[in-house]
């Protein structure tokens, strides 16, 4: 994964050391940190392979977080030492590039002890930094096959997982998610994407790539011919079945994904997101697409009208759990209480959408959470609170190669490990939850 990572320098070490207290004690977003556009100030000046070197330390060690903190607590005889600076992230960056990833032992013991040099507070632990990673890099092999298989998941996320879909799904679950996701790739024509990336052509029409390197260097970005799209993030706005013409909107629309799959099916789209800076990058998007939509930024929340749309996509805001894989700083920046409160927007949101769809339309309400209370029970409590929706139960047909995930309602629940195959880097999807209701004509 990082074969001849010794070579890269201190300075991408010391980037990922500051991205990961960054996202360990601000919570700021790793995705943010490491936007090629928006992230990192110094990150984005970096050659492609240096950027990718700080993204797959970074991503690992939140990936691994858990593991790492079991690792450290064995090693670290006193626990890990108070106001120590940037100790922390650059021993665990350290460990993580010792036991998940190819870069020599020498590379990744020495630069951490370096890094540490440079930091006021943590260049009294250089000798202890040391000797921990060398007793890490002795033994590994023992300490990897000690670890508990759920340890990367928080205990709470743990707890409700195995309590809403069991002991099994918990442990493929959480398996597949010490590895990194797939990328996926969606597109008009996508036989002929496919075919110019070598990707494998999945049911319902995702392209998914064994292997990429930079997005803009895979061939047909430039010509605008696709877009990265998790195959289960893909499902919503083909749960909808637009036809050309139809008048619909994206609500909660940024980054434009499922934007882009409404406008390639002739659809009349009306993209709103409340984020101004999310919207413009939408509109980028669309215009690398070659599709064109009308754009509004505007909370959802405070829509105001009369019913105008055909159809209605409300991928609503979520605590995101389904995603994990691909953020896996998530699992560590959430809270129950998160669910809560975020299960009442949605709810709002659903009468929203709700009242700006015409009589005789379809609205598709989507999370990308493994949470019931934004999927399963946010659509119960929606059926009870309108009278006149009515569910229309999604066909195993529709549902491409998560055929398996239809539940007896006729609602599509996507979990983590449903998408198998024998490679864990080519298996599963993010978690998804969708839900269609029809409106009396």
């Known amino acids: ?79 890990m030492p108070k106001r120590s600076g940037l100790f922390e992230p650059i021993l665990m960056n350290a460990a993580a590039q010792l036991l998940f ?10 630069q951490a002890v370096e890094l540490m040099g440079e930091d006021r507070h943590a260049k009294r632990y250089q000798s202890l930094a040391n000797a921990v990673l060398r007793r890490i890099a002795r033994e590994r092999t023992d300490l990897v096959a000690a670890l508990p298989r759920t340890i990367d998941l928080p205990k709470w996320l743990m707890t409700r997982w195995q309590r809403n879909w069991g002991e099994e799904n918990l442990a ?24 110019q990336t070598g990707g494998i052509l999945l049911p319902g029409g995702s392209v998914r790539l064994s292997q990429h390197g930079a997005i803009d260097k895979i061939e047909g970005f430039e010509a605008g011919i696709w877009w990265v799209q998790d195959a289960a993030a893909a499902m919503p706005a083909r749960l909808l079945n637009v036809r050309p013409g139809d008048e619909v909107a994206d609500l909660c629309a940024a980054p434009g994904g ?29 215009s690398r697409l070659h599709f064109e939509a009308e754009t509004k930024v505007a909370d959802v929340l405070q829509l105001e009208g009369e019913a105008r749309y055909d159809a209605i996509l409300l991928d609503a805001p979520c605590s995101a759990t389904g995603t994990i894989r691909r953020h896996p700083d998530i699992a560590f920046n959430r809270r129950a209480s998160d669910i809560t409160a975020l299960a009442a927007i949605q709810s709002h949101m659903l009468d929203v959408a709700w009242r700006l769809l015409r009589p005789g339309g379809l609205l598709v309400f989507s999370t990308c959470s493994l949470e019931p209370e934004e999927g399963e029970e946010q659509a119960a409590a929606f059926l009870q609170r309108q009278p006149g929706a009515t569910r229309l139960p999604i066909a195993p047909a529709e549902a491409g190669p998560f055929d398996q995930s239809v539940d007896r309602h006729g609602d599509l629940r996507i979990l983590p490990h449903h998408l198998a195959d024998e490679r864990p880097e080519l298996a599963g999807a993010d978690g998804f939850f969708c839900a269609r209701f029809s409106k009396p004509a």
């Not at 990833?101 to 020495?110: M, N």
């Not at 398996?175 to 002929?192: K, Y």
Request: charged content about 30%.
């Open 1 to 79: 994964m990082l074969k001849g990572a010794e070579r890269v320098g201190l300075s991408q070490r010391r980037i990922a050391a500051k991205i990961t207290a960054r996202v360990l004690t601000e919570g700021k977003s790793l995705d943010e940190q490491l936007d090629p556009q928006h992230g990192d100030a110094v990150l984005r000046h970096l050659p492609a392979r240096d950027r990718a070197f700080v993204k797959a330390v970074t991503a690992t060690t939140f990936r691994r977080l858990g593991s790492l903190r079991f690792v450290l607590r064995r090693t670290l005889e006193k626990g």
């Open 101 to 110: 990833l190819e870069t020599a032992d020498h590379a990744a013991v020495d």
């Open 172 to 195: 493929a679950m959480a398996a597949l998610l010490r590895h990194e996701a797939p990328l996926d790739l969606s597109a008009g024509d996508p036989d002929t994407v496919a075919a």
């Open 258 to 286: 499922k934007t882009a799959q409404l406008c390639a099916r002739g659809a009349r789209v009306t993209a709103y997101d409340r984020s101004p800076g999310r919207l413009k990058r939408l509109q980028s998007n669309l």
